[in-house]
């Protein structure tokens, strides 16, 4: 089956919208419909006649076709030792809009801790020791597009989180200037805003167990 | 750079487990040492060894791997356990998927409260008969092959084994008709292997004390 891949989810970031990052990355459109789930879970996203779920799976096959997946097994595994930890950030952000009110402070201050303290550090000293534009293999990959992602995510809860990471300053605004990923940030765009209260009580009512 | 893989993590399952897994699977000997106490932890930090700080770490041609899914990733492909193509690899990222979301509830047990180790012993058994077991069985009923992707023994084989086990650790009659037959996976499950006993009192109190978390874990 060629065409457009499908993505099915709730209508908002959650889960699905890394994968939205990364497809749009490599220009591909999407639109969403209904299918069969094998984990009674979604995102689902139909690509290639496969029905796929589990995030990280589709995002590893989008990467893989679409040549954002390093050039060897070992830039592989960087991009997804990157891409994992990343991901344990974005978790935090993820969960965020469903910790009940009197955590969100605490929960904020955690966030903020472990952007600035375990997971930034990293990437500023990657970038820095290379002194390339991508963090692997001095070419745009997945990583990139996690990084990017996650970067403005943090952002929107802790808007001077980038203060004392020049890299990754710059790293921002080169991803940002990118074609696909200009077009992706652009209104109209499949990018989800933030998570609202309508978000939260619309993934509540589905999942309510 | 050769020599053998080696394991920096506690003495017993947790995350590091499903790479000692892979690792028996594949055949692939490996060295393992156990953090027991705090001042190593702050030692391997403090050597840059831990790149989000974080252990499982895996010493591997040349690498200090961090990240389990990308350790994981990494030995899958270097030892043939990862499909033929992007199609099978797909497949195999899916199902692997699907059985670490219920080893997850697993993996957080021992660090439960009394009350939670009741009811989540109970999520676990749910999970696993209704939502996980039934997909696999239906993958292979559908293929009737004797493994789960493209004929050929994969990382989604070993995996699911290794969760079909420890759900059956919590009740006994969950298990599948499943292969036991392959060696290398027999091997494993003999006395003597690497394999990790049933976290108890002791692993508890070490994780704690190496990682500093004194507090219950949250079931999700």
Request: glycine share 6%.
């Amino acid at each position: 089956m060629s065409g457009k891949p499908r993505l099915t989810y709730c209508n908002g970031r959650g889960r699905m919208e890394p994968i939205r990052w990364l497809l749009a990355a490599c220009s591909r459109l999407v639109f969403s419909t209904d299918g069969v789930l094998m984990f009674q879970q979604v995102p689902l996203v139909e690509i290639d006649g496969m029905k796929m779920v589990q995030t990280r799976a589709i995002l590893s096959y989008i990467a893989g076709k679409y040549n954002l997946y390093g050039k060897d097994l070992k830039e592989r595994a960087l991009i997804d030792m990157y891409v994992e930890g990343i991901t344990d950030l974005m978790q935090m952000i993820l969960m965020f809009p469903f910790s009940p009110p009197e955590a969100k402070e605490k929960n904020l201050d955690s966030i903020k801790e472990r952007a600035t303290n375990r997971y930034f550090p990293v990437f500023e000293k990657v970038l820095k020791q290379h002194g390339q534009d991508f963090l692997v293999g001095n070419k745009f990959s997945w990583a990139d597009v996690q990084l990017i992602e996650a970067i403005l995510a943090v952002e929107e809860k802790i808007p001077a989180v980038l203060s004392g990471f020049p890299q990754l300053q710059a790293f921002k605004i080169r991803m940002s200037n990118m074609p696909t990923i200009k077009k992706f940030l652009q209104p109209g765009s499949p990018r989800k805003p933030p998570p609202d209260e309508n978000y939260r009580e619309t993934v509540l009512k589905i999942f309510r167990k | 750079m050769a020599g053998k893989p080696k394991l920096y993590y506690f003495d017993g399952r947790g995350k590091m487990e499903s790479i000692r897994w892979l690792l028996a699977a594949a055949g692939v000997e490996f060295e393992e040492e156990f953090l027991e106490t705090r001042e190593q932890y702050e030692k391997l930090l403090q050597g840059g060894s831990l790149l989000f700080q974080q252990v499982p770490m895996v010493e591997i041609d040349g690498m200090k791997m961090v990240q389990t899914r990308a350790i994981l990733s990494y030995i899958a492909a270097k030892y043939n356990l990862y499909g033929k193509d992007l199609k099978e690899r797909a497949l195999i990222d899916m199902y692997v998927g699907g059985t670490d979301d219920l080893m997850g509830f697993i993996l957080i047990f021992p660090f439960l409260s009394a009350e939670d180790k009741e009811k989540q012993h109970a999520v676990i058994v749910q999970k696993a008969t209704s939502r996980y077991f039934p997909a696999y069985e239906k993958v292979l009923k559908d293929h009737g092959q004797d493994f789960l992707v493209g004929n050929s023994f994969s990382w989604a084989d070993i995996h699911l084994l290794e969760a079909i086990l420890m759900v059956e650790e919590k009740k006994s009659d969950v298990l599948l008709g499943f292969p036991h037959s392959i060696p290398t996976i027999k091997k494993f499950l003999e006395p003597g292997s690497q394999r990790k006993p049933v976290p108890d009192d002791k692993y508890v109190e070490t994780v704690r004390r190496v990682l500093h978390m004194y507090h219950d874990k949250k079931a999700n």
